[in-house]
């Protein structure tokens, strides 16, 4: 069982956008990502997360569940 406490919300996210934008050039390696840029990746994982809403595994759980708590920064 995952443990919820050992990792900060969001934490792994925002290592995951950083990546991210410096893979596709939107920032050098050491920089951080603005507010900004955060919160647009932000909008994407919630408008994918939403498509996923609509499919449900057996145990009642949806995709869009699995994005979010994967992906959400905050």
Known sequence: M???????V????????????IKHGLIGPGQAMTTAMVDFAAAIVSRCAKIGDG?????????????????WPY
């Open 2 to 8: 995952e443990n919820e406490d050992a990792d900060p």
């Open 55 to 71: 499919y449900t595994d057996a145990t009642g759980h949806t995709a869009g569940e699995h994005i979010r708590s994967s992906l």
């Open 10 to 21: 969001g934490a792994d996210a925002i290592t995951v956008y950083t990546e991210l934008a």
